[in-house]
């Protein structure tokens, strides 16, 4: 008989892990990789959302974000280190917007260059001057014709109307534009009208030239006074030495057939404002230079006034001359800017040049940001040459166009715009004073697209100047030089002396204050010292939103897809 051998069963044993565990290293427990591709791969939404945050905790190089991912972490200390992240990250980006907003709102500082710039390397300025006297007593007698045109339309006139002639009626009404306002407005025009010939008639009555210069010294050379050329400006006829040639200065859109412009090659410009001189041009250049400071590097002139041209209706109690400083490649606005040559007085002005220059490294700036304009970026349409009075000078013709119709004589404008005559002064003044309202409401309501939106020249000239005078006495000079007395009589004169003060001047240049490389190691600093987060931890977070995010939703997919076609197969199997 035979007995079955017996096998020994082993019960299972417990076997007890008798070594300590801390309650600090249970809560400091984290998820494995593993673990968490597995949530990820074959885990619900919220579990494979939860380990995706986990796993980006647990890698990222943010300081403190490790907290926020680890396993069985007490709520509390997740908010607590929630708290403390989100106001890092709040105070790291009020600081950051406050870096952006002084490198977009102040990004300019204004210095003084390095280098003092010597006299001749800019050009004398442009002298612009012009009479009190606007009209030649042979021509017309301004006070008698006007007071007998305004008894004319008074209800008490009992004349003939032919008192006037035609052309001294057509004379007057040309000459009204140059009076003062204040005397003409008394009078009544007759219908709106335009004055194509107001150019013309104004420049046939006006003095000459050989009517107001006597002598011109140039550097204390004698010089013809040839140099002042004839300039129609809102004062009437005046005239300007140094001054570009009007086909410089203005687009041929703006040259008018009936009048002469010389034609300037573009290569004999051997200057501009943003350039300066060539280096190819000489000394003696267009625009004309000094060699040095001083009145015997300057400009001398000697100017006389006819009595028996003075009238004191149309330009009040003041005769003599005004004058006006400008850069060679302005129109002159010498209504709005100019000085005073009385008569009988021996006048010195002394410049003193201040110039701004603009770095290249601004030029990739939006001009609002930087708050002026380089020549190519603001393209006029009637002038070659950007500056603030040349622009705000095109923006009130054009505007004077839209309101009334016509542009006054003075405008820049277009060979088909018509003039405005006698009866459109009321109009264009008008234009001129609602245009610089318009401006004031435009810029307190900071409105972007601005009418005229004329900022400064990134590149500009100003003639600042000290003016003093003494009388005189030209009677007892003639004397003594033993000129007949008679020679002269009935003119009444003044001198001006115009010269550099200095031989060398400070240059102030805009240049760069808060550039983008300043804005950027500003960023970098502040998000490292309150996030500890470098250019590759941002890097970092773009890579798990991205890159991380598209592999982890294919390798899901990839594990569904296997897990499907498993519980397919089973029941083939069972089959066979």
């Not at 006297?133 to 209800?155: C, D, I």
């Not at 005239?239 to 859109?253: D, G, H, K, W």
């Not at 004031?440 to 003016?467: F, G, H, M, W």
């Amino acid at each position: 008989m035979h007995r079955k051998p017996v096998t020994s069963v082993k019960e299972p044993q417990l076997t007890l892990d008798l070594a300590p565990h801390s309650d600090a290293d249970a809560l400091s427990e984290s998820p494995t990789e593993t673990e968490l591709r597995q949530k990820i791969s074959r885990g619900s939404v919220k579990s494979a959302l939860w380990a995706f945050f986990s796993e980006y905790c647990n890698n990222s190089s943010i300081h403190g974000v490790k907290y926020l991912g680890e396993r069985r972490r007490p709520w509390a200390e997740r908010v607590w280190w929630g708290v403390v992240f989100l106001l890092s990250i709040y105070s790291c980006f009020s600081f950051i917007g406050s870096s952006w907003r002084r490198w977009h709102q102040s990004p300019v500082i204004v210095t003084f260059a390095d280098k003092s710039t010597p006299v001749w390397q800019i050009p004398f300025p442009a002298v612009t001057i012009c009479p009190e006297t606007k009209v030649k007593m042979e021509y017309l007698n301004y006070t008698k014709a006007f007071n007998q045109l305004r008894s004319m339309h008074s209800p008490l006139y009992e004349g003939e109307p032919d008192n006037l002639t035609a052309t001294e009626q057509h004379r007057l009404e040309s000459i009204y534009q140059l009076c003062n306002f204040n005397v003409i407005s008394s009078v009544d025009f007759g219908p709106p009208e335009v004055n194509d010939t107001f150019a013309d008639t104004l420049r046939e009555m006006s003095p000459e030239s050989k009517d107001i210069f006597l002598v011109c010294m140039w550097r204390n050379f004698v010089s013809g006074c040839g140099s002042f050329a004839p300039i129609l400006t809102e004062e009437g006829f005046c005239y300007t030495f140094n001054a570009l040639n009007a086909s410089e200065i203005y687009r041929p859109v703006a040259l008018h057939p009936g009048y002469e412009y010389p034609l300037v090659d573009e290569e004999s410009f051997r200057w501009s404002l943003e350039d300066g001189y060539t280096s190819a041009a000489p000394l003696e250049t267009h625009p004309q230079r000094v060699l040095g400071s001083g009145v015997r590097g300057g400009l001398f002139v000697w100017l006389q006034s006819a009595v028996k041209d003075f009238d004191y209706m149309c330009r009040g109690a003041t005769q003599g001359f005004k004058l006006l400083l400008h850069t060679p490649g302005e129109i002159p606005m010498v209504s709005k800017h100019y000085m005073r040559i009385p008569l009988n007085q021996e006048i010195t002005v002394t410049v003193k040049p201040s110039m701004f220059t603009t770095s290249d490294g601004l030029m990739g700036y939006n001009p609002s940001r930087r708050q002026c304009f380089f020549n190519h970026e603001r393209e006029l349409e009637f002038f070659r040459v950007y500056t603030q009075s040349n622009c705000e000078l095109e923006c009130l013709s054009n505007y004077t166009k839209e309101r009334c119709g016509c542009v006054k004589f003075s405008m820049p404008r277009h060979a088909d715009t018509p003039i405005c005559g006698s009866a459109m002064i009321q109009c264009y003044r008008q234009a001129e004073y609602e245009l610089l309202q318009l401006e004031i409401q435009e810029d307190l309501s900071k409105i972007s697209n601005r009418t005229c939106n004329c900022l400064p020249a990134c590149t500009s000239i100003v003639y600042d100047s000290e003016i003093s005078q003494t009388e005189a006495d030209v009677e007892k000079l003639f004397n003594a030089y033993e000129i007949p007395a008679d020679e002269f009589s009935g003119f009444q004169m003044s001198t001006l002396t115009i010269f550099f003060k200095d031989t060398q001047f400070i240059t102030s240049r805009r240049s760069e204050l808060y550039g983008l490389t300043n804005f950027i190691a500003n960023c970098g600093g502040l998000l490292g010292l309150f996030m500890g987060v470098s250019l590759l931890s941002l890097f970092e977070i773009i890579y798990f939103c991205s890159i991380r995010l598209v592999n982890n939703i294919r390798m899901r997919r990839r594990s569904k897809k296997a897990a499907s076609h498993v519980v397919v197969q089973k029941p083939l199997k069972a089959l066979v």
